[in-house]
T-cell receptor, first 113, second 116 residues
Framework: AQSVSQHNHHVILSEAASLELGCNYS??????LFWYVQYPGQHLQLLLK??????LVKGIKGFEAEFIKSKFSFNLRKPSVQWSDTAEYFC???????????FGSGTQLTVLP | EADIYQTPRYLVIGTGKKITLECSQT?????MYWYQQDPGMELHLIHY???????EKGDLSSESTVSRIRTEHFPLTLESARPSHTSQYLC???????????????FGAGSRLTVL
């Protein structure tokens, strides 16, 4: 069965700091990878996704993620965070013939003004 | 505007009560899902449906039941609520696995259930 690990449960940064949130998955075959974000009081929404092709994908609000197949990783990055990036971030994977997404446990990001 | 709606947003009830969490989407998606979300934990899939009259149980065992009589409507029911059912329940819909193999979901705002 596929699994997703997000090792950082809570990250606290100051504005303008760089961000990298880790995401590792367990499946060795073809994968679709996603980052979802949940801002306070709002719906969970798609931040970015990887299907195939360029392993560096860009999403909304200046976020990007890099798929490194050899490391089974899909880390989320942003060079300079803003207070408005405070939210919970979930990594998700659909692997091989699986019909469903598997989500990680989430990382709560707090950006201090 | 196409969207997915969940009601109620918050519900506090006593043990033994029957509750139904409503979920409706206006996007015409065939696939709908219910996830259970607890603080600091993964989103766990508890039910899904690939179309009218099709329902399946997800990875996480749940005492709840679902129905899919209409494409746009996917309610979740607990016949007799218990404190262990206290959680946030998220409904989602999607076009399922497209030709590209993708599975992009649109989520509702969630229903936070507290059983006393």
């Amino acid at each position: 069965a596929q699994s997703v690990s997000q090792h950082n449960h809570h990250v606290i940064l100051s504005e303008a700091a760089s961000l990298e949130l880790g995401c590792n998955y367990s499946y060795g075959g073809t994968v679709n990878l996603f980052w979802y974000v949940q801002y306070p009081g709002q719906h969970l929404q798609l931040l970015l996704k990887y299907f195939s092709g360029d392993p560096l994908v860009k999403g909304i609000k200046g976020f990007e993620a890099e798929f490194i197949k050899s490391k089974f990783s899909f880390n989320l990055r942003k060079p300079s965070v803003q207070w408005s990036d405070t939210a919970e971030y979930f990594c998700a994977v659909r692997s091989g013939s699986a019909r469903q997404l598997t989500f990680g446990s989430g990382t709560q990001l707090t950006v201090l003004p | 505007e196409a969207d997915i709606y969940q009601t109620p947003r918050y519900l506090v009830i006593g043990t033994g009560k029957k509750i139904t969490l409503e979920c409706s989407q206006t996007m015409g998606h065939d696939k709908m899902y219910w996830y259970q979300q607890d603080p600091g934990m993964e989103l766990h899939l508890i039910h899904y449906s690939y179309g009218v009259n099709s329902t399946e149980k997800g990875d996480l065992s749940s005492e709840s039941t679902v129905s899919r009589i209409r494409t746009e409507h996917f309610p979740l029911t607990l016949e007799s609520a218990r404190p262990s059912h206290t959680s946030q329940y998220l409904c989602a819909s999607g076009e399922g696995i497209s030709l590209s193999g993708a599975n992009v979901l649109t989520f509702g705002a969630g229903s936070r259930l507290t059983v006393l």
